[in-house]
């Protein structure tokens, strides 16, 4: 139980500390709550690669590849820096309601929830780093379904709560130059971490 208490605290401190995932959120947030739980669906899948990744050992191949480990460094900064670029230059508002254009911006909003994940492959590095103190290797193949199903679990939770807050923060927005603003807000917070995530910060 001390171990599952201390894995918990530790995946609430990541999970709720701002990042491109949070602002992705919350920028799925100025949409809907099926949009944002469409993005938290994506984001789930990619940590369950992450984990695979690391379960498997072909993450430590990939750590340990410079070439390949920097190629997909630049590739998610550069998505960082398109997907910031889209918010600023599309701003927050709701989706057309169109069933065809709806169904379309949830799977949208599911593939930015993937690639907000994958764009930043020091996540991999975090989790080969997290997952070892906590795993027996006794019980490799429980710890690590175990462990992995808590980090999702707290990842839904909080990023939820991300989404719900912001719903209710955008439903108060009703002056344009506001939205304006609070788009390039959301929209140079993801491009400023593309530029740290290329310039290895």
Not at 66 to 82: E, M, S, T
Not at 111 to 126: D, E, H, M, R, W
């Amino acid at each position: 139980m001390d171990s599952t208490l201390q894995f918990l605290l530790i995946i609430l401190a990541l999970e709720l500390t701002p990042g491109p995932a949070v602002l992705m959120v919350l920028f799925q947030a100025s949409l809907s709550l099926r949009h944002v739980a469409a993005a938290i669906c994506g984001l789930l899948t990619a940590n369950v690669v992450w984990i695979t990744l690391v379960a498997t050992g072909l993450g430590l191949l990939i750590t340990r590849s410079p070439l390949l480990y920097d190629a997909l460094r630049f590739i998610g900064a550069l998505y960082l820096v398109y997907l910031g670029y889209k918010i600023i230059r599309f701003g927050i508002r709701p989706t057309a309601n169109v069933q065809s254009g709806v169904l379309q911006s949830y799977r949208r909003s599911y593939l930015q929830g993937i690639l907000t994940s994958f764009s930043n492959p020091k996540a991999l590095v975090f989790f080969m780093a997290l997952f070892p103190p906590f795993v027996r290797a006794e019980h490799f193949s429980h710890d690590i379904v175990y462990f992995g199903a808590l980090k999702m679990l707290m990842l839904a939770l909080v990023m939820g709560s991300y989404g719900v807050l912001g719903q209710q923060i955008f439903a108060g927005l009703r002056h344009r130059q506001v939205s304006l603003w609070v788009s390039w807000l959301l929209g140079l917070g993801i491009i400023a971490a593309g530029v740290a995530l290329a310039l290895n910060y």
